[in-house]
């Protein structure tokens, strides 16, 4: 079945610095891909949906400039937290579809801590 | 008013019962329903995926979904301990965005 690779599974990084974290769909080509965040014991929630080759679409109440999205190919995607602050921390899911797939299949997720 | 509405629980049922998992939503117009099983710090994993009113059945989960009531179930017969985690039933838009519920958490005792 379609497997979504998804690293680092937890990172700790201090106040002001940037994370990246990375999502690739290994045996697939994924058209679009999604970035949701959860709190614990939240539901997800979707931050913005990347599209390969162009810019991401945010949901209302996500920085974009906070969250950059760079989606430059079928199967990577990344998403980077820029100066992160202890707020941030959380954890981040990405999820991929693909034309051919009916569902959508979803990276294990990383659990961000910023100190 | 949410657009889809799900009980967080927790629901906590001895080995061996049936569970009934539910939503409910909002917009008629959504046409494609899923339901997801989410362990403790791991990404969800699709469980049923169904689009038409009706029952669905895939061992020993069965979606259901009532598109007259805006209502869809998931049943799990001879729950086991290792069913134990987070429900999570989502909605497909026309954008192919996912709407989820706030997650159900289940429990099966031994």
């Known amino acids: 079945g379609a497997v979504v690779s998804q690293h680092p599974s937890w990172v700790i990084c201090k106040s002001g610095t940037s994370v990246k974290i990375e999502c690739r769909s290994l045996?697939?080509?994924?058209?679009?891909m999604f970035w949701y965040r959860q709190f614990p014991k939240q539901s997800l929630m979707l931050m913005a949906t990347s599209n390969e080759g162009s810019k991401a679409t945010y949901e209302q109440g996500v920085e974009k400039d906070k969250f950059l999205i760079n989606h430059a190919s079928l199967t990577l995607s990344t998403l980077t937290v820029t100066s992160a602050h202890p707020e941030d921390s959380s954890f981040y899911i990405c999820s991929a579809r693909d034309q051919g797939v009916n569902g959508y299949t979803f990276g294990s997720g990383t659990r961000l801590t910023v100190v | 008013q949410k657009e889809v509405e799900q009980d967080p629980g927790p629901l906590s049922v001895p080995e061996g019962a049936i569970v009934s998992l539910n939503c409910t939503y909002s917009n008629s117009a959504f046409q494609y329903f899923m339901w997801y099983r989410q362990y403790s710090r791991k990404g969800p994993e699709l469980l049923m995926y169904t689009y038409s009113s009706g029952n669905k059945e895939d061992g020993r989960f069965t979606a259901q979904v009532d598109k007259s009531s805006k209502y869809i179930s998931l049943f799990i017969r001879d729950s086991q301990p290792s069913d134990s985690a987070t429900y999570l039933c989502?909605?497909?838009?026309?954008?192919?965005?996912?709407?989820f519920g706030s997650g159900t958490r289940l429990l099966v005792r031994p």
């Open positions: 989502a909605i497909s838009t026309s954008s192919y965005k996912l709407i």
């Open positions: 045996d697939f080509q994924a058209t679009t």
